[in-house]
Antibody
Framework: EVQLVESGGGLIQPGGSLRLSCAASGFTVNSSYMAWVRRAPGKGLEWVSF???????FYAAAVKGRFTISRDNSKNTLYLQMNSLSAEDTAIYYC??????????????????WGQGTQVTVSS | QSVLTQPPSVSGAPGQRVTISCTGS?????????VHWYQQLPGTAPKLLIY???RRPSGVPDRFSGSKSGTSASLAITGLQADDEADYYC???????????FGTGTKVNV
């Protein structure tokens, strides 16, 4: 069964750092496209970052320069290092597998499956 | 900010049909990018509902259907059920933002 399990969230003071983990099972992270998506309180979903199977990374403007996506192939785990956190980063963070091909054709990427999410609260 | 606009909420009685619109622009849906839909039940993670505009993943009932035309897309739910109460999001890609974009989200009330 393909599954993603996040961990590492918590309460952190403004300006602090946190590292989120996303353990995968049923597929290999290093041969997949993977993404982080968040949902702030009272708001909708927001894409945060993704990593190609070749290691190339991309970030939303709101987190560029502060967040770093990475993976550990030996642990089959995806990470999100978050620095210089502010209240605006308070959200539930989800990892998801980025899918883009069906059969022999490729399309605009979609996300499936998703992890259960981990809560990050930035507050003094 | 989201570049894909959805109605904040839609309501329907059990058994009725509701539709959710997702309005984009020439830099996303209108540029030919595909649209996908997710259902997020209260307190749970988002779940893929429709992908590549109109395809249903295995296990999703055929009461859910998607379509795309021009700069917009739609999700239809027929035979509305109480456990369809959830938030629904569309998703695509935007060339101006150079990244994935989600819709503003729609709460379905049954």
């Amino acid at each position: 069964e393909v599954q993603l399990v996040e961990s590492g969230g918590g309460l952190i003071q403004p300006g602090g750092s946190l590292r989120l983990s996303c353990a995968a099972s049923g597929f290999t992270v290093n041969s997949s496209y993977m993404a982080w998506v968040r949902r702030a309180p009272g708001k909708g979903l927001e894409w945060v970052s993704f990593i190609y199977s070749n290691g190339k990374t991309f970030y939303a403007a709101a987190v560029k320069g502060r967040f770093t996506i990475s993976r550990d192939n030996s642990k089959n785990t995806l990470y999100l290092q978050m620095n210089s956190l502010s209240a605006e980063d308070t959200a539930i963070y989800y990892c998801a597998r980025d899918r883009r091909c069906s059969g022999d054709n490729c399309y605009t990427p979609w996300f499936d499956p998703w992890g259960q999410g981990t809560q990050v609260t930035v507050s003094s | 900010q989201s570049v894909l606009t959805q109605p904040p909420s839609v309501s329907g009685a059990p058994g009725q049909r509701v539709t959710i619109s997702c309005t984009g622009s020439s830099s996303n849906i209108g540029a030919g990018f595909d649209v996908h839909w997710y259902q997020q039940l209260p307190g749970t993670a988002p779940k893929l509902l429709i992908y590549i505009n109109d395809r249903r993943p295995s296990g999703v009932p055929d009461r859910f259907s998607g379509s795309k035309s021009g700069t917009s897309a739609s999700l239809a739910i027929t035979g509305l059920q109480a456990d369809d109460e959830a938030d629904y999001y569309c998703q695509s890609y935007d060339t101006t933002l150079s990244g994935y974009v989600f819709g503003t989200g729609t709460k379905v009330n049954v």
